[in-house]
């Protein structure tokens, strides 16, 4: 393997790929900020006012391949969490080492990593930018 290129997380990345997601990361800090998850409509008729009440807020998926689930968001920072990025970044939980927001349905949009899918694409790159899990 080049010297300039390491595994983060389940993938191998070139430093210069390894650079610019971490500084979107440390401007943009959703999934550190946001807990988001997804349930399917029979979930939520029941349970809609209460998550409302909880402070969630709810939109429905309205097409694609998750149509019709919906995604819960709440706002809850990670106590970690500081304006220079995670305080605990050495010892982070392998979850957030893991972590890929693009491949997070109920984070995806909130996720600044689109900002490399989109500049591939600007590129007229065809191939996937290689977003397995890595963060901050
Ligand atoms: S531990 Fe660090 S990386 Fe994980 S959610 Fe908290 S601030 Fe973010
Ligand atoms: S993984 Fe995505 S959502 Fe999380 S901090 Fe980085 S850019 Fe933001």
């Given at each position: 393997?080049?010297?300039?290129?390491q595994?983060?997380g389940?993938?191998?990345?070139?430093?210069?790929?390894?650079?610019?997601?971490?500084?979107i990361?440390?401007?943009?800090?959703n999934c550190c900020?946001?807990?988001?998850?997804?349930?399917?409509?029979?979930?939520?008729n029941?349970?809609?006012?209460?998550?409302?009440?909880?402070?969630?807020?709810?939109?429905?998926?309205?097409?694609?391949?998750w149509?019709?689930?919906?995604?819960?968001?709440?706002?809850?920072?990670?106590?970690?969490?500081?304006?220079?990025?995670?305080?605990?970044?050495?010892?982070?939980?392998?979850?957030?080492?893991?972590?890929?927001?693009?491949?997070?349905?109920?984070?995806?949009?909130?996720c600044?990593?689109?900002?490399?899918?989109k500049?591939?694409?600007?590129?007229?790159l065809?191939?996937?930018?290689?977003?397995?899990?890595?963060?901050?």
């Amino acid at each position: 393997m080049s010297l300039h290129k390491q595994i983060m997380g389940n993938e191998i990345m070139t430093e210069n790929e390894i650079a610019k997601k971490q500084k979107i990361c440390i401007q943009c800090q959703n999934c550190c900020k946001y807990i988001t998850f997804l349930l399917p409509a029979e979930k939520i008729n029941d349970l809609f006012d209460y998550y409302i009440k909880r402070g969630f807020t709810i939109e429905e998926i309205k097409g694609g391949p998750w149509c019709g689930y919906h995604i819960l968001e709440i706002y809850s920072p990670c106590p970690h969490l500081t304006e220079q990025g995670c305080s605990i970044y050495n010892n982070r939980p392998k979850i957030c080492r893991d972590y890929n927001g693009l491949t997070d349905i109920a984070m995806r949009e909130k996720c600044m990593w689109l900002l490399l899918e989109k500049e591939k694409e600007e590129k007229g790159l065809v191939e996937e930018f290689d977003v397995g899990g890595w963060r901050n």
